[in-house]
């Protein structure tokens, strides 16, 4: 089975313009999707067990929680987030490729 993909209708995209709210935000996975549970408890212990590993060429490589991300600084920045499967239709067009044909 494909892992789950979407992306918003293109009409609601270009309406909401420049900043794209949290709801059209695409989604694009190449593993296991989450599941997602409606019991506290288990919420809970997904969000204690979850980790991120920084390694590889680092200085200094590192393991952090949930708890160790909400504790750093935010920032809000307008940022751009491509989908590497962005205009495969025209890809398509030049040369045939795989994966989803994505409407945008």
Known sequence: RHPFN???????????????????HYVRNHGA???KTEVPADRQRVWD?????VDGLVDKPM??????????????????LVCAGNRRKEQNQVHQTIGFGWGA
């Open 63 to 80: 393991t952090l929680t949930m708890n160790d991300l909400m504790r750093l600084p935010q920032r809000e920045l307008p940022v751009l």
């Open 33 to 35: 999707v989450p599941v």
């Open 6 to 24: 979407c992306e918003p209708p293109l009409p609601q995209l270009m309406q909401a313009g420049f900043i794209t709210p949290p709801a059209l």
């Open 49 to 53: 067990d979850w980790t991120i590993t």
